[in-house]
């Protein structure tokens, strides 16, 4: 029987001074002692592999509490702590590749978003700036290789045009973070996006739509899905914000990739299906990412012209593109120049003169942050994967549900080919062995009987409440096919209640 690890004199020593310094840290707002004692962790650590151990998680978890602290003074401190901790390459690598890592990661790099805003133009902003950067240690060594299919794909795109498409959904959703697509999306597949837009601009205008709007739905899916919807028995829609927000690896990159397909669909202004969702995009970079604001003027004015002139003449329709436009006119976002261009557009003329442009819309709440019977939600959400269901073989996503009355969403889509899909209720762990779906026998209970879906046409979305506490499972069933694999993409979101 093997011994467990001693702890350590040195260890034991750490871990009282590392405890009496956070108290001291938090209780008079002095970071000198236990910046000290990180530096030389930092320098012991070397001899003592054991001691990076100390500076863990749960210590991360901690700091990030402070970090939404009434109290500057903590607020202050955490920031100035954690980046001590994440500045020395050896415990940051520990604390990324940590099992529970990237759930932490993610709540961080959210929280320090939210600070960055309020703390610009502070002492403060660089030890922010700094440390989204080092959250990204773990991901900054992508390996060409990873995009080699991306580019053979490119090259065969005369013979195969969407074969391109295909890979790099498959690249993106192989990836082993969120933060890891945006890194991929930012930087790496940048140059080849790019190329392939090229490709399809030399297309004829029908071609160019069908394979722009691909495009947009992986930019859609995987960049830009901050929130999604919630279609409640009362025909109400709520849109609930996921919690990963715009966790950016570079702004600048990201902008540019969306940038060049933003610029490609404007120019196609009667394309109206595509322009509405381009709108939508250009709403989510404006909302999340301020600092485009500058840049996103000229595609606002335009896509804004766009629907002004080629949307049906439903003043419903119009209400939501009509509040933005006059919240534009009165934002203190852009110089005096560019709000007189918006007055002065007579190709806006319509949304101006309807009766949704006026003072009322200051005061217009967005639906997207409206979540009235939904609000004491907590949304542990997932980012989209990819999985290869074999010929005349199940493949199943196993979840605990711990309150009564949670939800589960979920969204997925296949290609080439169809899927049966379920969702079930298991009653105990030994049941997880279990593979006759259909009879539904030994305890099986099906909250959605399996059922053939023709997801390779369209993406399924879908949300059920679950009542009781337990074990469910979601089975995308391909065994009534004895010869073809399905290639699959799936989110799932469980949302419990506070």
Known sequence: MSESPLITPLLQQYQVELQTKLNECFENNEVKGILHLIDQLGQDIK??????????LQLLRKLMKHLSSTNPQQVR??????????????????????????????????????????????????????LLIGLQVKYVDKKQSDLSALKLALKQFQDNNSLFIKQLQIILSSCESIIDQYYLFGSPLQELIYEYLLMIRQMEEKQQVNFLTQVLGIYERYILDVQYTIQEMQQRTYYIKIEKQMILHQISNMYKSCA?????????????????????????????IPDLRIALMGPIQLVLRNLSLFLH???????????????????????????????????????????????????????SQSVPSLRNLNIQAAFPCYAIIQAASIYCYSFMVDKPNSLI????????????FGLFKLQTI???????????????????????????????????????PGLYRIIFDNSYSYLRSKQLFYSIHLLETK
């Open 47 to 56: 001899d003592e592999p054991q001691l990076q151990d100390l500076l863990n």
């Open 77 to 130: 401190s955490s920031i100035i702590i954690l980046d001590a901790i994440m500045q020395r390459k050896i415990i940051a690598n520990r604390l990324l590749h940590q099992r529970g890592a990237e759930r932490t990661m993610v709540d961080l790099a959210n929280s320090l978003l939210n600070l960055q805003q309020q703390l610009r133009h502070t002492s403060l902003e660089l030890h922010i700036d700094e």
């Open 260 to 288: 060049q397909l933003l610029n490609m669909i404007l120019v196609l202004p009667e394309e109206i299906g595509l322009q509405k969702r381009i709108y939508m995009m250009i709403k989510v970079l404006y909302k999340y």
């Open 313 to 367: 003449k439903d003043v419903q329709e119009y209400k939501e593109i009509t509040i933005f436009l006059y919240q534009l006119i009165h934002s203190s976002d852009y110089d005096e120049k560019f709000k007189q261009s918006l007055l002065d557009d007579e190709d806006l003329a319509y949304l101006r003169e309807n009766k949704y442009f006026s003072v009322k819309a200051l005061s217009y709440v967005d639906e």
């Open 409 to 420: 969403f979920w969204s997925f889509r296949t290609l080439d080919y169809d899927v049966s």
């Open 430 to 468: 030994e049941d997880l062995g279990i593979i006759d779906y259909v009879n539904e026998r030994n305890g099986v209970k099906s909250l959605i009987k399996l059922q053939r879906i023709e997801s390779h046409k369209q993406p399924i979305i879908g949300v059920t409440v679950i009542s009781n």
